[in-house]
């Protein structure tokens, strides 16, 4: 079995879109879940010797999407791959200030989308796969604000919290397992995305922090996103993924 399966959120800008493009490789199949198909993408897989699948898919239901999911994995020859690695890197920073201002709705989006649609890809990934005898993997992106507490990004920071906990949770769960999937919540490092731009934005009257993520572009401390996914890949391709359920990129 030569074929590798690899199913990632976000696909369609910032580190996503990066990994995306570089995953577009001879014997990969790539399944992406964004909310808009990517054009280049497209393009790109053509002559790659990759198969090249995505779906327009609103991770805010993420219910919906798992059962898509699940669905989708149920209908794969269980022997066809030689891996299978769900890779949960889609995210949102939502309104930026104090959360006595924040609004419920916009609240719920980021937990939703940050938070409740990994564990429920996750669950549905791991139990669509529980006897397929290959090598499986799920990695899920993380953030150096689900360690260090920042103010006016509690539903970032919280989401990114209970996204390194319940990988934890699931490490154990997998390790019971004869053939156990490897788990790794991973910190990518600091990389110039839409996010950042968003930090550099923000009114620093309602966020303390902005002029550290200004400092940080000023001074070229951010990784760009091709270099930050190629970083991320090279540690989901190490012979001890998974060792360690929660990481940075960078240890």
Known sequence: MTQHLFILTGASRGMGLAMAQQLLQPGHTLLCLSRHPDDALATQVSGSGATLIQWSQDLADGA??????????????????????????????????????????????????????????????????????????????????????????????????????????????????????????????????????QLRGADAAAFPDQVSFASLKASGQLTSPTDAAARVLAYLARPDFGTHPVADVRD
């Open 64 to 197: 919906a999407a798992s059962a898509r999911l699940a669905d989708w994995l149920s209908m794969q020859a269980t022997d066809a791959c030689a891996s299978a690695t769900l890779i949960n890197n889609a995210g949102v920073i939502g309104r930026i200030g104090p959360l006595g201002d924040a609004d419920a709705a916009d609240l719920a989006h980021a937990l939703r989308v940050g938070l409740e649609a990994p564990m429920q890809l996750t669950a549905a990934f791991l139990h669509a796969t529980a006897d397929w005898p290959c090598v499986r993997k799920v990695l899920n992106i993380s953030s150096g604000l689900g360690r260090r507490a920042m103010a006016s990004q509690a539903a970032y920071c919280a989401a990114k919290a209970g996204m390194d906990h319940f990988t934890r949770c699931v490490a154990l769960d997998e390790a019971l397992k004869r053939n156990g999937a490897r788990v790794c919540s991973l910190a990518p490092g600091v990389v110039d995305t839409d996010m950042q731009v």
